[in-house]
């Protein structure tokens, strides 16, 4: 998930108060009317088509695939009943319980193909098609080489998909919990036309809730109790409610009245109520960096980026302790290298990615060393002064205080640099970074499912979201052998992993920065909510108010 959707959309819930005769006990019935969570949003939902969104926040609860995020990042069951891999690790087949469409029909094995197929089409510009990558023919289909008839899936029945893949893929399982690889039933968009996904009522639903009152722009909607999911007895909830709300402020001031029981706070009130016993913390896979552009157009600017000194003193120069605790005060956390922390653990020893991933003296505050790394970089370019300009997007809470902070400390512990700031709207920092039209790029990056290599494919030579162009043979060799030879070796495709990460981190191919925290206040009836770091974030089936 690149910065673009970084935004995670915040949470509010309400226990209502329903009507009832003094002393006498309260019916099943009417337990059942304050079961409403009520949540907000940070923005309108661009889309509610899974092909074409670009995320799954909370989308996630209406529709389903073969499998569930649940707690901690697993896979759980979903509209597979069972799903089994061969031993080459090619071909996955999957046996589809009795489940049913929000309207009744049945969900057969051709809607998953169907699916899968207008997913990775050119035409449908899915972007997230990048994630088919690794099923037969995927890559040449969305190339536009292969017709789609050509991937590597089909229905052996009504109730068998059969996937094959060009090579194995360790991490599938999980990647099938995201709602891209869910069903579409392809007799209701032929039915709807142009009109599928405008609103609500023009769309089917797998999951344990269905959407109602989205209208395409609504600011309101509301997510109901799917009667046809086929593990609906699990499902307490009979309604959630969404309402966008513009600031931090006014959803405090909601929350404080009793009409949010959940939201998202800015800085300067996770300052003043962290103390608060409603107070509650949702970390998250986010690990925001400065993008180094290794081809930028100036050329004392593109030596000095392609100087591991210069990169290594722009990382030590900076007080990532200061910045997380005294500029943002938000709970963010400090990086120990690209990929983010309690994301994957060693099959070996249970240990996070991110304490074997981390090299000593890459991401610690020296300013003196900081001083000599530029200094010896700087005469191994031949040049004693640096002009460089900081990419930024304005449009988050964190972005001037980070910018002007870099600033300030670089022009501050490093001899003969300059620094000037761009701080533009997101989507034209995004097309300017997109472009190569940048020295520094504050980016980021959030996991799309539970493995390393949700970061670690970035970096690779020739790769999309590879913006500065970073290449390192060395570390492009140990992920190709992590996603091949090893792909079926828990333990040896881990050590690839780590092992790459390492030379990454070693060279500051980028510098991170830090790893996002959200902060919230939640009523305390609240209970249940599964809450993940990567993928899927807000899981509600088993939520409920008490």
Same mark, same amino acid.
């Given at each position: 998930?690149?910065?673009?959707?970084?935004?995670?959309?915040?949470? +509010?819930?309400?226990?209502?108060?329903?009507?009832?005769?003094?002393?006498?006990?309260?019916? +099943?019935?009417?337990? +059942?009317?304050?079961?409403?969570?009520?949540?907000?949003?940070?923005?309108?939902?661009?889309?509610?088509?899974?092909?074409?969104?670009?995320?799954?926040?909370?989308?996630?609860?209406?529709?389903? +695939?073969?499998?569930?995020?649940?707690?901690?990042?697993?896979?759980?069951?979903?509209?597979?009943?069972?799903?089994?891999?061969?031993?080459?690790?090619?071909?996955?087949?999957?046996?589809?319980?009795?489940?049913?469409?929000?309207?009744?029909?049945?969900?057969?094995?051709?809607?998953?193909?169907?699916?899968?197929?207008?997913?990775?089409?050119?035409?449908?510009?899915?972007?997230?098609?990048?994630?088919?990558?690794?099923?037969?023919?995927?890559?040449?289909?969305?190339?536009?080489?292969?017709?789609?008839?050509?991937?590597?899936?089909?229905?052996?029945?009504?109730?068998?998909?059969?996937?094959?893949? $060009?090579?194995p893929i360790a991490y599938f399982k999980v990647l099938l919990a995201y709602p891209l690889f869910g069903p579409?039933?392809?007799?209701?968009?032929?039915?709807?036309?142009?009109?599928?996904?405008?609103?609500?009522?023009?769309?089917?639903?797998?999951?344990?809730?269905?959407?109602?009152?989205?209208?395409?722009?609504?600011?309101?909607?509301?997510?109901?109790?799917? $009667?046809?999911?086929?593990?609906?007895?699990?499902?307490?909830?009979?309604?959630?409610?969404?309402?966008?709300?513009?600031?931090?402020?006014?959803?405090?001031?909601?929350?404080?009245?009793?009409?949010?029981?959940?939201?998202?706070?800015?800085?300067?009130?996770?300052?003043?109520?962290?103390?608060?016993?409603?107070?509650?913390?949702?970390?998250?896979?986010?690990?925001?960096?400065?993008?180094?552009?290794?081809?930028?157009?100036?050329?004392?600017?593109?030596?000095a980026l392609n100087n591991r000194n210069v990169r290594l003193g722009l990382s030590l120069a900076l007080d990532?302790?200061?910045?997380?605790?005294?500029?943002?005060?938000?709970?963010?956390?400090?990086?120990?290298?690209?990929?983010?922390?309690?994301?994957?653990?060693?099959?070996?020893?249970?240990? $996070?990615?991110?304490?074997?991933?981390?090299?000593?003296?890459?991401?610690?505050?020296?300013?003196?060393?900081?001083?000599?790394?530029?200094?010896?970089?700087?005469?191994?370019?031949?040049?004693?002064?640096?002009?460089?300009?900081?990419?930024?997007?304005?449009?988050?809470?964190?972005?001037?205080?980070?910018?002007?902070?870099?600033?300030?400390?670089?022009?501050? @512990?490093?001899?003969?640099?300059?620094?000037?700031?761009?701080?533009?709207?997101?989507?034209?920092?995004?097309?300017?970074?997109?472009?190569?039209?940048?020295?520094?790029? @504050?980016?980021?990056?959030?996991?799309?499912?539970? $493995?390393?290599?949700?970061?670690?494919?970035?970096?690779?030579?020739?790769?999309?979201?590879?913006?500065?162009?970073?290449?390192?043979?060395?570390?492009?060799?140990?992920?190709?052998?992590?996603?091949?030879?090893?792909?079926?070796?828990?333990?040896?495709?881990?050590?690839?992993?780590?092992?790459?990460?390492?030379?990454?981190?070693?060279?500051?191919?980028?510098?991170?920065?830090?790893?996002?925290?959200?902060?919230?206040?939640?009523?305390?009836?609240?209970?249940?909510?599964?809450?993940?770091?990567?993928?899927?974030?807000?899981?509600?089936?088993?939520?409920?108010?008490?």
């Amino acid at each position: 998930m690149n910065d673009k959707k970084k935004k995670l959309f915040a949470a +509010s819930i309400m226990l209502l108060i329903g009507a009832g005769l003094a002393g006498c006990a309260k019916s +099943s019935d009417d337990a +059942s009317q304050k079961q409403v969570l009520k949540l907000s949003a940070s923005a309108p939902l661009d889309t509610i088509d899974i092909s074409k969104a670009t995320g799954y926040g909370q989308t996630g609860n209406i529709f389903e +695939s073969f499998y569930r995020l649940g707690k901690d990042g697993k896979a759980t069951p979903g509209l597979a009943k069972s799903g089994k891999v061969s031993k080459d690790g090619l071909t996955w087949t999957f046996k589809l319980r009795n489940a049913k469409w929000s309207n009744g029909d049945k969900i057969t094995a051709d809607d998953f193909v169907y699916s899968w197929r207008r997913s990775i089409d050119p035409k449908t510009e899915s972007p997230y098609a990048y994630l088919f990558s690794g099923v037969k023919n995927a890559d040449e289909i969305a190339a536009g080489k292969l017709s789609t008839d050509k991937l590597g899936i089909k229905a052996l029945d009504k109730n068998t998909v059969q996937v094959e893949l $060009d090579k194995p893929i360790a991490y599938f399982k999980v990647l099938l919990a995201y709602p891209l690889f869910g069903p579409q039933n392809q007799k209701f968009i032929e039915k709807y036309g142009k009109k599928y996904a405008t609103r609500s009522k023009y769309m089917v639903y797998s999951g344990p809730f269905k959407m109602t009152d989205w209208n395409g722009t609504s600011d309101k909607w509301n997510f109901v109790k799917n $009667d046809q999911y086929w593990d609906r007895g699990s499902v307490k909830l009979k309604k959630i409610t969404y309402k966008v709300v513009g600031n931090t402020n006014t959803g405090y001031q909601l929350y404080s009245q009793d009409k949010l029981d959940m939201t998202p706070l800015s800085n300067q009130q996770v300052k003043s109520l962290k103390n608060n016993p409603e107070f509650k913390q949702y970390p998250y896979s986010y690990v925001s960096y400065l993008s180094y552009n290794f081809q930028a157009k100036d050329p004392t600017v593109k030596k000095a980026l392609n100087n591991r000194n210069v990169r290594l003193g722009l990382s030590l120069a900076l007080d990532r302790k200061v910045l997380i605790n005294k500029v943002f005060g938000d709970g963010s956390s400090l990086p120990t290298g690209f990929v983010a922390r309690d994301l994957a653990h060693d099959p070996k020893n249970g240990d $996070d990615f991110a304490k074997e991933q981390a090299v000593s003296g890459t991401v610690s505050h020296n300013e003196e060393k900081a001083r000599k790394y530029f200094e010896k970089g700087m005469k191994e370019i031949g040049a004693s002064k640096l002009t460089m300009t900081i990419l930024a997007a304005n449009d988050n809470a964190n972005s001037g205080p980070l910018t002007q902070y870099l600033q300030s400390q670089y022009t501050k @512990v490093l001899p003969g640099i300059k620094i000037n700031l761009a701080s533009i709207p997101g989507k034209s920092a995004l097309d300017r970074a997109q472009r190569g039209d940048y020295d520094i790029y @504050v980016s980021g990056w959030g996991g799309d499912f539970n $493995d390393p290599i949700t970061f670690l494919q970035i970096p690779l030579t020739g790769t999309s979201y590879n913006y500065g162009k970073y290449s390192n043979p060395q570390y492009d060799a140990l992920i190709k052998k992590a996603e091949g030879e090893d792909a079926n070796n828990e333990e040896k495709r881990w050590q690839d992993l780590v092992s790459a990460a390492r030379i990454f981190n070693a060279d500051q191919g980028v510098t991170p920065i830090y790893q996002q925290t959200t902060a919230y206040m939640q009523k305390k009836s609240v209970k249940g909510i599964i809450h993940n770091t990567a993928g899927t974030q807000w899981n509600y089936k088993y939520a409920y108010i008490k």
